[in-house]
């Protein structure tokens, strides 16, 4: 069963990708063929990072970081739904990452490391066709002068359309990500896209893996039987959207912010955010005195429809 799981996901799938680019030489042919330049990263990497940099202000969890041997920092996000708000959290990450980067009482902002921020998506944000947006500060008065100011932003669209632009690395590669299996990785001509499939085959073979998938299924197995055992109690719409009001008070109880639960649940975050204030107004982590609140407050027009929407996501492969 386990094995079967890990077989249906593919790199677009965050836990699938999060395990792979562990390995700093994963992520650093990833990157290179992403960015179509060869990059050399130090030999180790972080995936899952959190960063708050302070308990006031909203915590990012970052994918996948990795620095080169110039203290270039590439941080790279898997995103499979559109939000609707990428490019501006693209902008709030990049402000956190930076904000972490210098020591207290520093003044020097010239000791800022160069950054790259590398977002992955099936599907095109800008709607230009491309499979590439690459960013840099550039004066609009002048548009040959760079503000250099060492920050570069790039967005993949594995179903971009300009095919003449690429190599057919990136162009194998971009199949590869939305279909990680043996046939992909045969057809490849590329030696990294291979050594990449390699680690997929190992992490597909992997105890640790298995039992780490199995913490996470077992977990939303009983986010959906709350919801079931809601349902008998008050219906079943009530208990559909009972399931994700409980699902959200779980992640709020270990600490995660709206926009992290958001991400996970794959769920617009204006609904997270209402049932999330609906819980601080009154107190509760009971999904019945939240519901009743928000029904209460004329909160439901958006958050009924995409409660009973959500609740049938529930799946790993759709994290």
């Excluded at 439901?300 to 529930?314: G, I, R, T, V």
């Amino acid at each position: 069963m386990v094995n079967t799981k890990l077989e249906r996901l593919n790199l677009l799938d965050k836990f699938l990708f999060d395990e792979a680019m562990e390995d700093a030489e994963t992520y650093q042919a990833t990157v290179s063929i992403l960015l179509e330049n060869e990059v050399e990263l130090l030999a180790k990497t972080e995936t899952e990072k959190e960063m708050r940099i302070s308990p006031e202000l909203r915590e990012v969890r970052l994918d996948v970081v990795g620095m080169d041997r110039e203290g270039k920092i590439y941080y790279t996000e898997m995103q499979k739904r559109n939000t609707g708000n990428l490019v501006k959290r693209s902008r709030y990450y990049q402000a956190q990452l930076d904000v972490s980067l210098l020591k207290p009482g520093s003044t020097d902002f010239n000791l800022l490391n160069e950054s790259c921020f590398i977002l992955i998506a099936p599907f095109d944000i800008f709607g230009r066709g491309l499979y590439r947006y690459t960013f840099e500060g550039i004066c609009r008065e002048c548009p040959d002068l760079k503000l250099e100011d060492g920050a570069l932003k790039v967005f993949i669209n594995t179903k971009g359309t300009n095919r003449e632009a690429f190599s057919r690395e990136f162009l194998d590669f971009m199949e590869y990500i939305g279909k990680t299996t043996d046939e992909m990785a045969k057809k490849a001509e590329s030696e990294r896209i291979r050594k990449i499939h390699e680690k997929v085959k190992r992490i597909r073979k992997s105890e640790k893996a298995g039992v780490r998938i199995m913490q996470r299924w077992e977990e939303l197995a009983y986010e959906r039987e709350d919801g079931r055992k809601e349902g008998r109690k008050e219906g079943r719409k009530e208990g559909r959207a009972y399931a994700l009001i409980e699902a959200i008070c779980k992640k709020l109880r270990r600490g995660k912010s709206a926009e992290i639960i958001a991400e996970e649940l794959e769920e617009e975050l204006l609904v997270i955010e209402s049932i999330i204030r609906s819980q601080r107004r009154t107190g509760s982590y009971k999904a019945e005195r939240i519901y009743e609140d928000m029904q209460q407050e004329g909160i439901p027009h958006p958050a009924h429809d995409c409660l009973l929407h959500s609740c049938n996501k529930f799946t790993l492969s759709e994290k």
